[in-house]
């Protein structure tokens, strides 16, 4: 083909592509863009994705921190938000009006963030990219699924990017020495041992050696020999010659500049950090998906916690309790500490009381919902690398048989599991909780920045409303299990007053103990446990009542308006039925289905 032919056809192809873009329909642009958007969002992040059962990025491992890659990301954002208003609503049918919606929510709540220097906290005990990549290493993690040489591979090639993750956290603790924006002294200590493990040059002891027992000749069913022996040799040259170096590397610099920067650290909260106070009030806003301000929060908090508190004495009488029912932890402490309440020796004996609860609520909830999810739920354990600092939490992904839901229950001591609030904790982490919320929001014909999608107020929200469907259940007909449920939603009020403390009014780690402890029962290391969570994660643990209080208040709502006509069920299909959107969101959901008469 001659150069005057090229061009006529490369002249003729772009003319093509323009009519083709010009062609397309409003409703179509708007999927192509948030198709666009999602994928962005998923590459620059692909662990994330991984996270919410996106299995399609199970190779990837972005640098998110350093500043280059979120520089690009904040562009794309941008360049985003401006296709999105070249395409406004009254273009668009209803049905899309409201993708338009939650895609522009997201991105500009992804955008109000982007001036806050997360990327200079890399550490924590919760969730740093080590950790995270050292639970899928144990092969429990559902969402990284180790069982064919196919995932071994993919894993391999994520693996592989992290000696150069360890280095930009290296250079982004310096900048953050060098600004005084270092992590809080509480988390660095939780976080340490961890590091250490990951760093240990013996892989029989190190968790990422858990890749190569996998790889044992026998261990992994349907696994053929020759591969398993590939990917053996594959992984333990990555891990001993380059992904344990470089975490000796992140160790030996947090042991030796990065620690006695953080012991110099003024306060425990994010707002002693230089411009803490904006990005506190900045994540109170994305954590709750409200205007509120951190000192709106604690009031709230406060009052909250004499609200359940009065629900507490008028329980005591019924449980024999002769104290008082509020001082230092008062009911609560006391029946944790009974013996009866605390009655298992293994493991295998919490999983199957777990088991016992589900198989008594699992019958019951046709009752409460229209539509049930077609996952099944599933009750493990913990792994071990994350027992000590993790709170009981869900999971789904994508198995084999099609996806499936897991309830992972922490048990770092079987003996000191305690009976009463483990009704509450399944009911909001299993089902109805997070399981129905985000089951049936995989199963929905949604783009995909909505069947990914992950809102806090909504969904912990949603986990701490289910809590309260133990009284249709019958399940709170028994006091010890409604003292548990008191003690979990008092734990959730706290959490606002605990929260603030720390993060915008000054409050030490000590204080946010005592108070915790005084006004749950709560033991020293628990209260402790869940402190060094919020400092590790501020504002996120806000989310939890500001969005049960919402749903209550919206059910409220629902039945005064439509009185006989209300359905319970029916009320609980509208707030799960398109998927997580923001409170506010929600709110015009429900009382469009209220005009409508509840149909």
């Given amino acids: 083909m001659g150069p005057l032919r090229r061009h006529l056809a490369t002249l003729t192809l772009g003319l093509c592509l323009i009519h083709a873009a010009a062609a397309a329909t409003p409703s179509q642009q708007l999927a192509d863009l948030a198709n666009r958007a999602y994928v962005a969002q998923a590459r620059f992040d692909p662990v994330l994705a991984t996270w919410k059962g996106d299995s399609r990025f199970n190779d990837q491992l972005n640098l998110t921190l350093a ?80 069982r064919t040489a196919a995932d071994f591979d993919a894993f391999l090639k994520r693996l592989a ?3 150069r993750w360890c280095d930009q956290a290296i250079a982004n603790l310096r900048e ?57 040799e ?45 990005w506190y009030r900045q994540l109170v806003r994305d954590q709750t998906g409200t205007r509120l301000t951190p000192d709106e929060v604690h009031r709230l908090g406060l009052q909250e916690v004499a609200r359940i508190q009065g629900e507490i004495v008028k329980l005591a009488p019924q449980l024999g309790f002769a104290g008082d029912p509020l001082k230092d932890g008062g009911l609560l402490a006391w029946l944790d500490a009974q013996p009866q309440q605390r009655p298992f020796k293994t493991d295998a004996e919490v ?62 001591d079987p003996t000191r599991v305690s009976t009463p609030g483990m009704t509450s904790m399944l009911l909001h982490e299993g089902q109805p909780g997070h399981h129905f919320q985000v089951a049936l929001q995989y199963e929905m014909q949604l783009p995909d920045f909505r069947r990914y999608a992950r809102n ?108 006989a006509k209300f359905s319970l069920a029916a009320f609980h299909d509208q707030v799960l039925g398109e998927g997580m959107m923001p409170l506010d969101v929600l709110e015009r959901r429900i009382d469009a289905w209220i005009a409508a008469g509840g149909r």
Avoid: C
Avoid at 197 to 224: H, I, Q, S, V, Y
Avoid at 262 to 270: E, F, H, K, N, P
Avoid at 493 to 500: H, K, Q, T
């Fill in 234 to 278: 594959a992984y333990r040259r990555e891990l001993s010659e380059r992904v344990v170096p470089a975490l000796q590397r992140l160790q030996a610099y947090v042991e030796a500049d990065y620690l006695p920067a953080v012991a110099r650290r003024s306060g425990d909260g994010l707002g002693s950090l230089p411009g803490g106070q904006a």
């Fill in 351 to 412: 999983l199957a009381a777990f088991r016992a609860i589900n198989a008594r609520i699992e019958p019951q909830l046709p009752r409460l919902f229209g539509r049930l999810p077609k996952a099944p739920l599933e009750i493990r354990e913990e792994p071990e690398l994350t027992r000590a600092t993790a709170s009981p939490h869900y999971t789904i992904a994508q198995g084999e048989g099609g996806a499936r839901g897991v309830f992972w229950a922490v048990i770092p």
């Fill in 456 to 563: 806090t107020a909504y969904g912990e929200g949603w986990g701490l409303y289910a809590e309260t469907l133990g009284h249709e259940l019958g399940l709170y007909n028994d006091p010890v299990a409604y003292a548990g449920a008191l003690q979990l939603e008092i734990f959730r009020a706290v959490r606002l007053v605990v929260d603030s403390g720390l993060h915008a009014k000054g409050w030490s780690r000590a204080q946010a103990i005592d108070y915790l402890r005084n006004a749950t029962g709560f033991t020293e290391a628990m209260a402790a446990n869940q402190i060094d969570r919020y400092l590790a994660f501020p504002g996120q643990a806000l989310s939890y009542k500001v969005g049960s209080l919402k749903i209550q208040a919206l059910r409220q709502r629902a039945q005064a308006r439509l009185g």
């Fill in 67 to 146: 500043p280059p890659e979120r520089a690009r990301y904040r562009a794309e954002l941008r360049g985003f938000l401006k296709e999105l208003a070249a395409l406004p609503p009254a273009r668009l049918p209803p049905a899309d009006r409201l993708n338009r919606e939650l895609l522009e929510h997201s991105l500009r709540g992804q955008l109000a963030l982007a001036p806050f220097p997360s990327h200079l906290l890399p550490l924590d005990q919760m969730a740093s990219m080590p950790l995270l990549l050292a639970m899928m290493a144990s092969g429990q993690v559902e969402q990284q699924p180790l």
């Fill in 176 to 232: 953050g020495v060098s600004r005084g924006i270092v992590q809080s002294p509480a988390v660095m200590r939780a976080t340490v041992p961890q590091l250490a493990r990951m760093a240990d040059a013996d892989l029989d002891k190190n968790p990422f050696g858990a890749t190569l027992r996998r790889l044992a000749p026998g261990a992994t069913p349907g696994l053929g020999a020759e591969d398993a022996a590939r990917l053996a």
């Fill in 161 to 163: 990017v992290l000696p």
